[in-house]
């Protein structure tokens, strides 16, 4: 319970609660941002509100404590080279951490998963949201699109609107999964090379199809697998 209840917590403070303006705010005044106090400040107040137990009020300091010192560690250290690899330690810190609490509670097995479907249906759907967005982002970093060209094909494209049918085309894919009707799965993807990757030949530029098409099978990948997690 306490592992699950911590780790929707981490997921909106990290991820839905936290705006893009703030992260480049805290990497360019490091220590010195307001953000980073107010973003552990967060992360405390969503554990004890998720917790919901006044008892248990030093996990919630004690996520908010660790929180502060891994996410100083990040800023002080990391390089615009090194930028991607300490995202990911960041994550596996807070992580451990949070599987840490949940040891000491001994309730750090898969027992406790038989009777928290709702939460873990939710906490899925949720990671599949903003934060497997940015694990595409970051994974997808090292490569540049090929700026578009005009070839008699409308270039223009709505803001943000990448981002939102990613995720909504990751949470059907991922319902689709959870009731039990994989055909649906075909019919995204179907769906997906129609509308998409036709615009994209047409274009003719193989290296932008490529980068789109390497996001797409992330997008589907994460979305397959934490439904057959969650299965």
């Not at 307001?34 to 996520?63: C, M």
């Not at 800023?75 to 991607?84: E, P």
């Not at 709505?158 to 049918?165: D, T």
Request: glycine share 4%.
């Amino acid at each position: 319970m306490v592992f699950i209840q911590l780790i929707l917590a981490h997921l909106f403070g990290d991820f839905i609660l936290q705006p893009n303006s703030w992260v480049a705010e805290k990497e360019s005044k490091k220590l010195r941002s307001r953000y980073l106090y107010l973003h552990v400040l967060i992360h405390t107040i969503l554990s004890f509100i998720f917790l919901w137990n006044t008892e248990l009020w030093w996990i919630a300091v004690l996520i908010g404590v660790s929180h502060f010192i891994i996410d100083a560690a990040k800023l002080s250290f990391q390089t615009a080279k090194s930028k991607k690899i300490w995202f990911f330690i960041d994550q596996a810190l807070h992580i451990a951490v949070i599987a840490g609490i949940s040891f000491y509670f001994k309730e750090f097995n898969f027992d406790f998963l038989k009777d928290q479907e709702i939460l873990k249906i939710l906490m899925a759907a949720l990671f599949l949201t903003t934060p497997a967005s940015i694990f595409i982002k970051i994974l997808l970093s090292s490569w540049t699109p090929v700026p578009e060209t005009q070839n008699n094909i409308q270039t223009e494209s709505l803001s943000s609107a990448g981002k939102y049918i990613g995720i909504l085309e990751r949470l059907l894919v991922f319902t689709f999964i959870v009731v039990n009707h994989w055909e649906g799965v075909g019919f995204m993807v179907a769906a997906k090379s129609v509308f998409r990757f036709s615009d994209l030949a047409q274009a003719k530029q193989r290296k932008l199809t490529e980068y789109v098409l390497i996001g797409t099978l992330l997008s589907f990948g994460m979305a397959v697998l934490t439904g057959i997690l969650i299965k």
